[in-house]
């Protein structure tokens, strides 16, 4: 067995946190973008993408506005007629085409990549189906958390379908995003808000928009909703994972079944061993659980026979 991953080394570089899905005043926000890159600055974060609806925000309309220190990624939401997509660090607007594929390929032909946005939002759950997702292909991922899913009808979660098309043995990346409108921020609850609750964690070797978005498309990165994963490493066939903040830490692997847990903040887990039951097969990932609503979510780490 062998183990196929997208943490080798993790030396001479940095983790640098980041958002890849935000709205403004240019389609269905509130704020206007220097007012969004103002909040995500203040937040201490690294990198941002404006995403609007079917708006291309590129380098032209980022020049014109004070970065704030933020590296800023090219991005739009893909939208009309059907499931949202996002187009990260592209270089032009894709057609929102009925027929998804065909944006995929767009995208394929020019540049950047596609993140599947929200799968499980609307009353049933199902805004992007398992059946639309297992038709397409040349996506680089999902979002298995959306912030703003928590205040509207259905999941923030999306791990449900990560888990089903690992299990068909796609190789798709986690992700986790703000999706942040700013709606009636004022008159929200503590807790709901729209910004700097879900986010990725990339190991970059510099902080130049090129290896930030090189290193999320090889899937050198986590995400978090606040749990720093602080060590992951692979020796041989045994994987670790400590943490600065987690409560537990749980392994996942095909079908989305449990097969190694720690309490204690930081996990090993020998893949060869054939005692575990149920036995580890195609992949193993990892939850890290810390206090309240706390989380962080390795990639997968593949086995390969
Ligand atoms: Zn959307
Ligand atoms: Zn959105």
Not at 64 to 79: A, C, Q, R, T, Y
Request: glycine residues 8%; aromatic residues 10%; charged residues 20%.
């Amino acid at each position: 067995m062998k183990i196929t991953h997208p943490y080798e080394n993790l030396n001479g570089g940095s983790w640098l946190r980041g958002n890849l899905h935000t709205h403004t005043t240019n389609s269905d926000g509130t704020h206007d973008m220097q007012n969004v890159i103002n909040t995500y600055a203040n937040l201490g974060y690294d990198f941002l993408s404006i995403s609007d609806h079917d708006i291309f925000t590129g380098l032209t309309e980022y020049e014109k506005i004070d970065n704030k220190g933020l590296v800023l990624i090219p991005g739009n939401e893909i939208s009309k007629d059907g499931p949202h997509l996002l187009h990260v660090d592209g270089d032009r607007l894709i057609e929102p085409h009925v027929n998804r594929q065909l944006v995929f390929d767009e995208v394929k032909a020019t540049q950047g990549f596609v993140v599947v946005a929200h799968p499980n939002l609307t009353p049933n759950f199902n805004f992007c189906s398992i059946e639309v997702l297992e038709q397409w292909t040349d996506y680089a991922g999902l979002e298995i958390f959306n912030t703003i899913v928590r205040r509207l009808a259905g999941s923030p979660y999306a791990t449900n379908k990560w888990d089903m098309l690992l299990s068909q043995g796609r190789r798709l990346w986690g992700f986790a995003n703000d999706d942040a409108h700013f709606w009636r921020e004022e008159n929200r609850q503590p807790g709901i808000s729209d910004t700097g609750v879900g986010w990725n964690v990339v190991y970059a070797d510099s902080s130049t928009p090129e290896d930030i978005v090189t290193s999320l498309q090889n899937g050198r990165f986590y995400c978090s909703t606040g749990v720093v994963i602080k060590t992951i490493k692979v020796e041989g066939l045994e994987i670790i994972i400590e943490c600065e903040n987690a409560s537990r830490i749980v392994g996942i692997t095909r079908n989305g079944q449990r097969v190694a847990l720690s309490d204690n903040g930081s996990i090993k887990v020998d893949v060869s061993k054939d005692e575990n039951w149920p036995p580890m097969s195609g992949y193993l990932r990892f939850e890290c659980w810390g206090e309240g609503e706390k989380n962080a979510w390795t990639q997968p780490f593949f086995l390969d026979e």
